[in-house]
């Protein structure tokens, strides 16, 4: 059964720092993603990965994918507040069409 | 274009009751999934469906949960009898899938339907 792991759970940072949010996964995967969720609201889709070594950013946001290690993370680039959300990771399943989310990363950015 | 369109947004019913909730997905796509996202378990797989065929309902709690496909524009949840542990906030999302069938780009979600079961 496919596990995902998300660390750290609460992140309160200030403004202008950097930080990243990890996202480990037990079985082999083809594909991962990331989402993001404002309180109440739906999830929008920030990242797609698809493959290993791949790199995407936008904004302040970059995401990253080692398969290999079974890592992805999503590095925060000098914080502001509108980044203030739950961060989550989704994983496929190797194969199939499952996505398996990971427990989310609540992140507060403080003026 | 419209995005994934779910109804009703909030429901507030009594245990026993039955409750439907309703989901239309993105024009074109065929995939489409039925989330289920609580503080305690976070967010869970429910049932995936390609081309309205349900592929694997392994996340739905029990017989009281069912779902249907009936066209490539509807899906339905339902819960009957309801249980107020069957409290959350359901997201339905729909995907297409790549040239080679399959999934690779992201899930659009809708914007989800809170259930209270008092």
């Known amino acids: 059964e496919l596990k995902v792991e998300q660390n750290p759970l609460f992140l309160s940072m200030q403004e202008g720092k950097n930080y990243t949010i990890y996202c480990n996964y037990s079985t082999t995967s083809d594909r991962l993603y990331w989402y993001r969720q404002d309180p109440g609201k739906s999830l929008e889709s920030l990242f797609v990965l698809l493959s290993n070594g791949a790199v995407k950013q936008e904004g302040r946001l970059m995401a990253s994918l080692d398969t290999k290690a079974r890592l992805s993370t999503l590095h925060i680039t000098a914080a502001v507040h509108d980044l203030s959300a739950t961060y989550f990771c989704a994983v496929g399943g190797f194969g199939n069409e499952k996505l398996t989310f990971g427990t989310g990363t609540r992140l507060t950015i403080i003026p | 274009d419209a995005g994934v369109i779910q109804s009703p947004r909030h429901e507030v019913t009594e245990m026993g009751q039955e409750v439907t909730l309703r989901c239309k997905p993105i024009?074109?796509?065929?995939?489409l999934f039925w989330y289920r996202q609580t503080m305690m378990r976070g967010l869970e797989l429910l049932i995936y469906f390609n081309n309205n065929v349900p592929i694997d309902d392994s996340g739905m709690p029990e017989d009281r949960f069912s779902a249907k496909m009936p066209n490539a524009s509807f899906s339905t949840l339902k819960i009957q009898p309801s249980e107020p542990r069957d409290s959350a906030v359901y997201f339905c999302?729909?995907?297409?899938?790549?040239?080679?069938?399959?999934?690779?780009?992201?899930?659009?979600f809708g914007e989800g339907s809170r259930l209270t079961v008092l």
């Open positions: 024009s074109g796509h065929d995939y």
């Open positions: 999302a729909s995907s297409a899938s790549g040239t080679g069938g399959w999934l690779t780009g992201e899930l659009f």
